[in-house]
């Protein structure tokens, strides 16, 4: 039994297990999406909506993959998922990271201002500065600076008002 099914969050354990964690060193080469969709359910909108071509699925009902060798990160599928289930993690920078998160909740995030960081399970482990934020049908990709140690583990923010 996977961890998700006994908490209801994933774990890296499970993305790693389901082949969905790119390795390090791409990882350290620049931005690159983690689809971290983990359920079998009839959605395919991510691999139309990838503009490179670097997501794909054999059949509706199974795991996307990413050739993380083709993914640009322009975090397109950040946008588009439905199950919030897309980000986009960027290790090339000496002091930190870059985390692109999907985000519906009010106040509306901005650049420059800061923002409670939060893993998948809700907690919150520091602060950090929005440094992009794009914006297609009430959805936004809000690009967060984090501590390289929680990169793989934000996956939300809270927006300081």
């Given amino acids: 039994m996977s961890e998700a099914k006994k908490t209801g969050v ?5 993305l790693e297990k389901c082949g969905l964690l790119p390795p390090e060193e791409r990882l350290k080469k620049g931005p690159v999406a983690i689809l971290e969709c983990i359920e079998r359910i009839p959605c395919d909108i991510c ?3 990838c503009p490179v071509g670097a997501i794909s699925m054999k059949s509706i009902i199974d795991l996307p993959q990413v050739d ?9 599928c950040v946008l588009i998922c439905p199950g919030l289930a897309a980000f986009v993690v960027d290790l090339s920078p000496p002091d930190k990271a870059l985390v692109t998160i999907p985000h519906e909740m009010l106040p509306e995030p901005e650049v420059g201002k800061m923002a409670i960081l939060l893993t998948r399970e809700g907690k919150e482990v520091g602060k950090g500065k929005i440094v992009r934020v794009v914006e297609r049908n009430k959805t936004y990709a809000v690009t967060v600076e984090v501590p390289k140690e929680y990169a793989m583990e934000v996956r939300a923010v809270r927006v300081v008002a």
């Fill in 68 to 76: 993380f060798d083709k993914c640009t990160g322009c975090g397109n």
């Fill in 47 to 49: 691999v139309d909506g």
């Fill in 10 to 14: 994933i774990s890296l354990k499970d």
